[in-house]
């Protein structure tokens, strides 16, 4: 397994799972799984003298300490900007740090489960951070691998079917005012969101800036069949849409004298699909 394979599969897009609804769905399968594999399995080596309760209560603590973290975690909003470009590495790399914080509160709560007088030593604090890290990266080698090969099977085949809807047109030729810009729409290739700013690019190549947020546009075009929003800093002229490719993320799209790929992001696939399919 070569390097260059390595950083590519790395590199591949990956969910942001850990805000909203998914965050507390992913946070049930991981207490249930946890509690399972501990409590059925006896993963490491149990010694009943100095437990202070039943066995099945420690598992349940064990598995229920990570639940905390997370709903910590929660009140940490990370940047959109950094989130809908996420990947494998950073999956990774979220992950692992999650398992150190986790395997440090599994030692600081262990005078709450063992009858030890060592309980506060060196040797059980890296030894509670290495069964965390052992159980978990089972865990991560189960799950990422399955969950990627599903998402991106899924996107890629409804991409394949969205491409086959693309020589169907709605066009509308309509001008459109913004602010002191007109335009027609069919030239309208799509809109970037940077802030407070917007940049309109049209399919001659040319394109305007403009400071807006982009809701002030989004309102205004919202009424036509063309437009669609494929991401929270995008809105695009379906209408020029060459080619759709899927990935774990969402789609890619690529348009007509553009050489950058346009994303439609995991929240805005459904409404994408409807879109192109009322076509």
Known sequence: MTTKYITNILAQEYPYYYRGKTLW??????????????YLFEPFHVY?????????????????????????FSFFK???????QWNIKKELLLIILF????????????????????????????????????????FMLIIIPINFNRLYAKNVKNASTLNGKQNIRTLETKNVAFDDL?????????????????ELFFIDGTKTLKRKPI?????LLQSYLSIVKTHRS??????????ISGNAQGYKLKLKNYAEKIPVSRNMITSFNKKIKSR
Do not use: C
């Open 48 to 72: 009943s003298p100095e437990h202070k309760m039943d066995y099945f209560y420690i598992s349940l603590i064990h598995s229920i300490t990570p639940v905390f973290l997370i709903i910590i």
């Open 234 to 243: 995008y809105l695009v002229n379906i209408n020029h849409i060459e080619n």
């Open 215 to 219: 809701k002030t546009i989004e309102n």
């Open 99 to 138: 398992l150190l914080l986790i395997g440090i509160s599994q030692f600081l709560i262990r005078d709450i489960i063992y009858n030890n007088p060592n309980n506060w030593s060196w040797q059980y604090f890296f030894e509670e951070i290495s069964n965390t890290f052992m159980v978990g990266t089972l």
């Open 78 to 84: 990370m940047p959109h900007s950094i989130t809908e």
């Open 25 to 38: 769905i992913v946070t049930g399968v991981l207490f249930l799984m946890s509690l399972f594999f501990n």
């Open 182 to 198: 007109s335009f027609n729409l069919n030239e309208l290739l799509f809109i970037k969101a940077d802030g407070n700013y917007i």
